[in-house]
């Protein structure tokens, strides 16, 4: 395994021009001022909807591949199986991990970077010095991650969102719902802090996620993130398949919730709890019983459920 954070990553000679701009650089305020976006795909991901924010970019604006990361050093693959395929007789082809870097123009034109791909297992702390590497040499000023986690909310309402960054200029507008709480670490949030702790401004947002979806795919979630992400950078992002996608996915729900009464009326008081919730604190608008804030406890155990779920779905080995 690479023992040093320069090896874990390749750098490809797409990655030129932008290497080649920065270390022209003299002054900080001459620096390009990139955007890098992260969706590292892992447990902190209900209903894959910061993964699938991130295909959609890479299917939707120009691309190319200027980093890759040595996923066989930071993946584990027996917590999370590789697909093979098989056919008859013989394997025909291994879907080995990725961990990628690209850079992207958004509709504008404007440069930006995404990390897209499986979230390390191992290595974090030189996964981390060897983005903030890359961060220092591409010229990147602000680092945005998106994310997803499951909530006590209604598919029937927006999907709303909580913003954390290292500095709260960065996401003024966004409440703050709740205390100190203690949470199950991951790669986003280490890496949020190690770059705020060197300066480098670093930000996210994650959707809430329905509980009762947060194993499925609901592309609303990925909507409101880029609609987030454009609202925190500036950047001109394509939107509107996933509006369609948003659209379909609201009707196949409520085609399925509505065979069950009491998946309706779970809905039904999620909906009166949401609606109790918004009328007192007008602008406000993340969710817990009562109408009330969940308390950190509430929000802790509702992670460690959630991340105990992903949990037991994993194939294990022998």
């Known amino acids: 395994m ?29 620096r390009r001022g990139l955007v890098l976006v992260h969706d590292l795909a892992g447990d902190f991901d209900a209903a894959h909807a910061g993964a699938l924010a991130g295909a959609h970019l890479l299917a939707g604006l120009p691309h190319q591949v200027i980093a890759r990361f040595d996923a066989d050093s930071l993946v ?7 697909r093979m395929t098989f056919s008859g007789d013989r394997y025909e082809s291994f879907a080995a991990p990725e961990i990628l870097l690209y850079a992207l123009e958004d509709d504008a034109g404007e440069p930006f970077l995404l990390l897209h791909g499986a979230e390390p297992d191992y290595a974090w702390e030189r996964f981390v010095a060897a983005v903030h590497t890359l961060v220092e040499r591409l010229g990147v000023t602000s680092v945005v991650s998106l ?14 969102v909580t913003a954390h960054a290292t500095r709260r200029q960065l996401i003024e507008p966004y ?3 709740w205390g100190e709480m203690r949470i199950p670490g991951n790669i986003s949030a280490l890496l949020e802090l190690r770059l705020g702790e060197a300066g480098i401004d670093a930000l996210g947002v994650a959707a809430h996620v329905p509980h009762y979806l947060s194993q499925a795919t609901y592309p609303a979630a990925s909507l409101t993130l880029i609609e987030h992400l454009e ?12 509006r369609e996608a948003a659209e379909i996915n609201r009707t196949e729900i409520d085609e399925q919730i509505g065979q069950s009464k009491d998946n309706t009326a779970v809905v039904a008081a999620l909906e009166q709890q ?9 602008g406000t608008d993340l969710l817990g019983s009562a109408g009330e804030v969940p308390s950190a406890e509430e929000i802790g155990a509702e992670f460690e459920r959630f991340l105990a779920d992903q949990d037991r779905k994993r194939p294990r080995g022998e």
């Open 274 to 282: 949401y609606d109790n919730f918004t009328a007192a604190r007008e």
């Open 76 to 82: 584990d693959y027996r917590a999370r199986r590789p």
């Open 2 to 30: 690479a023992q040093r954070p320069e090896e874990l990553v390749e750098l490809l000679p797409e990655a030129a021009p932008f290497l080649e701009r920065e270390a022209a650089v003299g002054q900080p305020g001459e």
């Open 231 to 242: 609202r925190l950078t500036r950047l001109h992002l394509p939107t509107e398949e996933l």
């Open 175 to 177: 409440p703050v719902y």
């Open 147 to 160: 994310q997803a986690i499951p909530m006590p909310v209604p598919h029937t309402r927006p999907v709303t």
